[in-house]
Structure formats: structure tokens, C-alpha cells
Nanobody, 115 residues
Framework: QVQLVESGGGLVQPGGSLRLSCAAS????????MGWYRQAPGRQRDLVAR???????EYGDSVKDRFTISRDNAKNTVNLQMNSLKPEDTAVYYC?????????WGQGTQVTVSS
């Protein structure tokens, strides 16, 4: 089993910044990728950003040049720095990890961008 603990969500004004963190623990063997997805009410869950074991990154089109994903291998943690936030970034953000045993999700953290 793998456990994911997310932190860093909250309320921020448009143009502001937030930093999300996700810490993984448990039986982590052959880590493949770790990242963030988001889901707004009435919409599907979409990729925000992910990072592979080799350090490669992938971003959703709407967050490119605004969000940056990074990984701390020693702590099994992935961070998402979100800058220039927009109201349309409002969603529940979920951490996801893919390992040999399968895919695991965090419980989600709310990000609200509003004035």
C-alpha cells in the first residue's frame, strides 16, 4: 500500500501564488511517476503536471509557464508551485503516484482563486 498526504491548498486572490506538496509513504517500489490532477465541479479530472522517475515533466496546456512541478527524491515528495493563479484554476487538486503495484490517489485539497 502507498499513502499520499497532500497539503498547501487554500484561498488566494487572482494573480497570487500557492504551493502544494504531496508526501508519499508505504511500499514504494519502482516509482514511475508522481503528479497532480484537478477536478472542478461538473468537469472531468485533468492532468495539471507530473514528473517521471527520470525527471521528465509534463504539464496541462492551461498551466504551462505558470506552474512548476518538482520532486524531492529523498523525501518521496512532489511539490507544485502555482503562480499567476486565475479563477479558472479553482478545483480540488489530487496527488497521484504510479508505482509497480498500481496507481494511488490522495484525498484531494481545495484550491480556490477568488477576489
Amino acid at each position: 500500500q502507498v499513502q499520499l498526504v497532500e497539503s498547501g491548498g487554500g484561498l488566494v486572490q487572482p494573480g497570487g501564488s500557492l504551493r502544494l506538496s504531496c508526501a508519499a509513504s508505504g511500499s514504494i517500489f519502482n516509482f514511475y511517476s508522481m503528479g497532480w490532477y484537478r477536478q472542478a465541479p461538473g468537469r472531468q479530472r485533468d492532468l495539471v503536471a507530473r514528473i517521471t522517475s527520470g525527471g521528465g515533466t509534463e504539464y496541462g496546456d492551461s498551466v504551462k509557464d505558470r506552474f512548476t512541478i518538482s520532486r524531492d527524491n529523498a523525501k518521496n515528495t512532489v511539490n507544485l508551485q502555482m503562480n499567476s493563479l486565475k479563477p479558472e484554476d479553482t478545483a480540488v487538486y489530487y496527488c497521484r503516484i504510479r508505482v509497480t503495484q498500481g496507481i494511488y490517489w490522495g484525498q484531494g485539497t481545495q484550491v480556490t482563486v477568488s477576489s
